[in-house]
């Protein structure tokens, strides 16, 4: 038997890779000059994301409205429109909600990890 004795890479954690290329999110035109209000597209992203981030920024109280769509299934963006309170600003809240989900996200991994470690696969309510 022929073991092929090159190290094969490591799989990378979805929580390590916050290396963001520049071009990922921008604001797009018409945000209100207090940034109140502003859309946001975010490129190579889909419903998966979307609908997640959605729920998150929309746990903010600072929050009036948030929503987001997929401009077309052939375009690989994903354009986010939060309106707030003027006590905080779209970009604030977008930041906010990206680190609220992502901390939601290591609580559930951390969770699941635990469960698995001691074999508990039975529903809590």
Known sequence: MDVDA?????????????????????????ASQDLTSATFCVKEEDHTLG???RWAIM???????????IPHPSEAK?????????KTDAV???????DDL????????????????ENNYARTN
């Open 51 to 53: 609908n997640a981030l």
């Open 92 to 98: 604030q809240t977008m930041d906010k909600g990206i």
């Open 78 to 86: 994903m354009n986010v429109r939060i309106q707030t309170t003027d």
């Open 102 to 117: 992502k901390s939601v996200s290591q609580f559930i991994k951390a969770r699941f990890q635990q469960r698995v470690a």
């Open 59 to 69: 746990q903010n109280s600072q929050v009036d409205f948030c929503g987001y769509s």
């Open 6 to 30: 090159t190290p094969q890479e490591e799989p990378k954690n979805y929580i390590a890779l916050l290396e963001v290329p520049e071009d990922k999110l921008e604001i797009l035109p018409g």
